[in-house]
């Protein structure tokens, strides 16, 4: 049997350690989470917000107590070109997993510069899974997570056909009424793809 053969068997399987960490270095871009929104003095939650800057659709939903703002994107890690042109992505039929260096993670009142008091929960999540929380707010940066699971594995199909690996992200954030009238999102990272082979 060739060693080609048996690579490739042991790729498939997964029983094999051969795995590749690509980055920054490799071409994969960074994510930049960070905008403002202005909220109106009267807005009611469930009404249409808009990004200025383009990265996120943003909806809400609440009562007349609090409302949540869930902030979504989805973030394109490799495209098709970039199997031809990159060295790093040839043979890889796996991921194993993504690797997120954040760099930044808050939310704040861009007229205090300053957290609102009345946000009372953050939810970051990446393939709908919570991968930072409101303790994260306050945890020394650079901090690294790891994103794996279900969600992730299925992204080898998309690898395999040479096609976009996207993932989908949304920042939750839950804030007492009134709402400031501004917020920041602050959300700044470096996703590391974990390949096998």
Known sequence: M???????????????????????????PPMSGSTTISIPQDYQCGGPLDDPSGKYT???SGDAA?????FH?????LEKEDYSSNPALEGA???KRIDLDVTTFDVVDPSTNA?????????????DETILTTADLDRPTPFTVEIEGEPVDALGS???????????????????????ASLDIRFEAQPNIVLGF
Do not use: W, Y
Not at 115 to 127: H, I, M, S, T, W
């Open 2 to 28: 060739s060693i080609r053969r048996v690579l490739l068997m042991l790729a498939l399987c997964g029983c094999g350690a051969l795995e590749k960490d690509i980055g920054e270095d490799e071409g994969v």
């Open 58 to 60: 943003v909806t809400s």
């Open 66 to 70: 609090s409302c949540v703002f869930t």
């Open 73 to 77: 994107q989805d973030v394109t890690l």
């Open 93 to 95: 039929r796996l991921v």
């Open 115 to 127: 957290r609102p008091p009345n946000v009372q929960n953050v939810d970051g999540r990446a393939f």
């Open 158 to 180: 998309q690898v395999r056909a040479k096609d976009d690996v996207i993932m989908p992200v949304d920042v939750i954030v839950h804030v007492g009424l009134p709402a400031p």
